[in-house]
């Protein structure tokens, strides 16, 4: 029976005739009542007490065996089980090599289909930045991660109301009129999409090179810390030309 769980045929027989007695027996009764060889029964006993499928003792200078509970080793053999999964669930993931190609990615619909999903994706974090359209359009995402418990920052051109608290705001001005349209999003510092508008056409990359995916968390960072600078020092700073002038050709 425990064949089936990847015990060996000795192994079983050794516990079935354990519960089958039903009372602490020693090798010499077990070899007896199980029918395995006096030879081999205490390599048998020893595997089975290291599983913890029995129980030992002394009694009268005499070692004795009893099987764990049948109800006992049903709950064990489920906790194995799931544990041997979990185990399996992560050997599966540590083996699975990074895509690190760098894919292209175009038409609209197409790229926000990719970065809808990737955010679905996210366990740990996510790093968006967009204009006011598109970060609404995935709020509701975006918003049921950051309630799952992820870390969720969000650079937004325009203004958007939402109860996530990592929100950095650039509200256009007649002074951004060279700003252009794109998106960058980062999930987990692992993967990165960016996407722009070349041609009055959307067009977007989408990898996990590592080197790609730190480059654009910088960039993101830059965006952020760019955002808060502009607009907290911004009558100074728009009063200088030449900071202005510099300022102004940044791409957000």
Partial sequence: MLQEFGFTQYESKVYLAL???DQPMDATTIVKQSGVPRAKVYEVLRRLSEKGMILEATTEKKRVY?????????EKLKADFESNIERLK???T????????????KEDRSIQASLREMMRKANRSIFISG????????LDVLEEKYEDGLLVNI??????NTKIPGVSTLIPDTHHEALERSRVLIVDEEEMLFAGVED????????QSGPLVKFFTEFFYHDVALTE???KYKDTIMKDEEIKEVLLKLRY
């Fill in 90 to 92: 992560a050997a599966k």
């Fill in 200 to 207: 009055e056409k959307w067009q977007a990359i989408q990898t």
């Fill in 155 to 160: 650079h937004v051109i325009g203004e958007i």
């Fill in 19 to 21: 519960i089958a007695f």
């Fill in 94 to 105: 540590r083996q699975t090599p990074k895509d690190d190609r760098v894919w292209t990615l």
């Fill in 66 to 74: 009893s099987a764990l509970p049948v109800e006992m080793t049903i």
């Fill in 131 to 138: 204009w006011e359209d598109d970060i609404q359009a995935n």
């Fill in 229 to 231: 600078i502009t607009q």
